[in-house]
C-alpha cells in the first residue's frame, strides 16, 4: 500500500514539509559518504528556510498547549489508561518547555556560523561549492566521516526541538482518524462532509500494485479524488476505473 496525505490548512502543509525534510536530513546524517553529508547540509539550510516563518513556533506551542488541556480532562476517566496518559503529557510539557528555551527562530545559532551561512549562500548556484569557490568546505568534505557526522549532528542539535514537537503533533493527529474503505466508481470518488466538524488531515491508502495516483482536493464541505495512471511517457491521464482505497479523516 502507498500512503498518501492532504492537509487542509496552510499550518498542516507546512507542518509536513518539515516533516519530510527532518526525515530525510535524520537519515543522510546516519551515513558516512561525503555527498550524503552535503544533502545533509542543504536539507538543514531548506529546514531553516521554512521554519522562518514567523508565528511558526507559536504556532507549535498553542497546538502543544491545546492538547495538554484535552488531555487533562481525560484524568479521572477510567476508560483511560492513567499510566499512558501521563507519558502523553509528560511529553508535550517537555516540547513545549524546549520549544519555550529558545531563542528568536528555529536555526538561530546557526546563521551565526559565518562558514555555514558562506555555504548555504552558494548552494543555491548550480556547482557554487565547487573546491575553487569553497576550498574549507571542500577540506571539511575530505575530513574522517566520524568527525563529519559529529558536525552535523551538533547543528542539527538546535533543530530537535522543532523535530521533536512535529513529530508529537503528527502522531497525535493521525491517531484521531478512523480508517474506512471506500470506492471510487469510474476513478471518481466523493464524500460530504458533516458540518461543523474542522478536519485537519486527510490519508489515503491504495494498493501500489494498482498503478494508481489518487490527486486530492479537499475543504470543510467536500472531499474529492480522482484517480488517474501514469502512461508510458510519463503523463498521467484520467482513469475510469473502479478502485478500491482506505480512507482516514483526522481532525
Not at 550524503?36 to 531553516?48: C, G, K, N, Y
Not at 489508561?81 to 527562530?105: E, F, V, W
Not at 480522482?226 to 475510469?240: A, C, K, N
Request: with cysteine; net charge neutral; aromatic share 8%.
Amino acid at each position: 500500500m502507498i500512503l498518501y496525505e492532504y492537509p487542509f490548512n496552510e499550518r498542516l502543509r507546512t507542518y509536513l514539509r518539515l516533516e519530510q525534510l527532518f526525515r530525510r536530513l535524520f537519515e543522510l546524517t546516519t551515513r558516512e559518504s561525503a555527498v550524503d553529508h552535503h544533502f545533509a547540509l542543504t536539507t538543514i539550510f531548506e529546514i531553516m528556510e521554512v521554519a522562518s516563518r514567523a508565528d511558526l513556533k507559536s504556532d507549535l506551542m498553542r497546538d502543544l498547549d491545546r492538547h495538554k488541556s484535552m488531555f487533562e480532562g481525560l484524568r479521572d476517566n477510567p476508560a483511560i489508561a492513567q499510566d499512558m496518559l501521563d507519558n502523553i503529557i509528560a511529553r508535550l510539557d517537555q516540547c513545549y518547555s524546549q520549544l519555550h528555551a529558545q531563542a528568536g527562530k528555529t536555526g538561530q545559532p546557526l546563521t551565526e556560523n559565518d562558514w555555514l551561512m558562506a555555504i548555504r549562500s552558494r548552494v543555491g548556484i548550480p556547482g557554487g561549492t565547487s573546491s575553487f569557490d569553497l576550498p574549507a568546505y571542500h577540506r571539511w568534505q575530505n575530513m574522517p566521516a566520524a568527525q563529519r557526522i559529529h558536525d552535523l549532528n551538533q547543528w542539527c542539535a538546535c533543530l530537535k526541538p522543532l523535530a521533536d514537537a512535529l513529530s508529537l503533533l503528527l502522531a497525535l493527529l493521525r491517531e484521531t482518524g478512523t480508517p474506512q474503505k471506500v470506492a471510487a466508481t469510474n476513478g471518481q470518488f466523493q464524500q460530504s462532509l458533516p458540518a461543523g466538524k474542522a478536519y485537519q488531515l486527510l490519508r489515503l491508502r491504495i494498493a501500489a500494485d494498482s498503478g494508481l495516483v489518487p490527486e486530492i482536493s479537499a475543504n470543510r464541505l467536500m472531499v474529492s479524488v480522482r484517480l488517474v495512471r501514469s502512461t508510458e511517457s510519463g503523463s498521467l491521464q484520467s482513469s475510469t476505473e473502479n478502485a478500491d482505497f482506505e480512507l482516514t479523516l483526522c481532525a
